[in-house]
């Protein structure tokens, strides 16, 4: 339901977002360098008003953000990787009730964009248009997969080439045959390496 909220225009996330950084002042870290991990399109959705209440909240605008990871994401409208993202939620439903589910959501998700897209277009701003406009000049690294059926690679490269239209250091790599947020797990020390790299990196500029 969030995919479909926030496509209307309705930002549900927003409240999450700052939640998230209200947890920083409750565990006093406020003033620690802060580097995000996202993961996927809905990691990416938070992000996207994390920015924003970053720029606009008084009380998050001293915060020292040195960097943001990016797993999985973002991509773009993508139907088929929402389907197979889906799928995988509903692997141990029976299989009549997830080939029933998969059909309606799909209908759902034509009609939606169909009739409805095309009008909060109007006054609401897709995350990843958002996200490859914003202002955020901190590095950024993109882990992906050409091997990802849920968020296609070439959305990911397309991020890539507009951040580095910003003046933005942009590292992105390919994990070339690991799943949808699976590039940790199946290459743990590869992954944990590019990381850590990038955080201290990230710390000490």
């Not at 080439?161 to 690991?178: I, N």
């Amino acid at each position: 339901m969030v995919f479909f909220s926030e496509s209307l225009g309705i930002p549900s996330l927003r409240v999450l977002a700052q939640k998230l950084l209200e947890l920083l002042f409750d565990y006093e870290i406020e003033r620690e360098p802060l580097l995000f991990h996202v993961f996927s399109n809905a990691g990416a959705m938070v992000y996207r008003y994390v920015l924003e209440l970053l720029q606009t909240h008084g009380r998050f605008g001293h915060l020292h953000v040195v960097g943001a990871i990016f797993d999985s994401g973002p991509g773009d409208s993508n139907l088929v990787g929402a389907l197979r993202a889906l799928s995988v939620i509903l692997e141990h439903r029976p299989a009549m009730l997830r080939l029933l589910l998969l059909v309606a959501f799909a209908v759902v998700a034509v009609l939606f964009h169909i009739l409805l897209v095309p009008l909060t277009a109007l006054f609401h701003t897709h995350f990843y248009d958002r996200l490859q406009d914003a202002d955020s000049l901190w590095p950024e690294l993109y882990l992906y997969s050409r091997a990802d059926e849920v968020v296609r690679a070439r959305d990911v490269e397309r991020m890539v080439e507009a951040r580095l239209a910003h003046p933005v250091l942009v590292r992105s790599v390919d994990f070339v045959s690991s799943a949808h947020v699976s590039h940790l797990r199946d290459y743990p020390t590869y992954y944990s390496s590019l990381c850590v790299d990038f955080m201290h990196c990230c710390v000490q500029s």
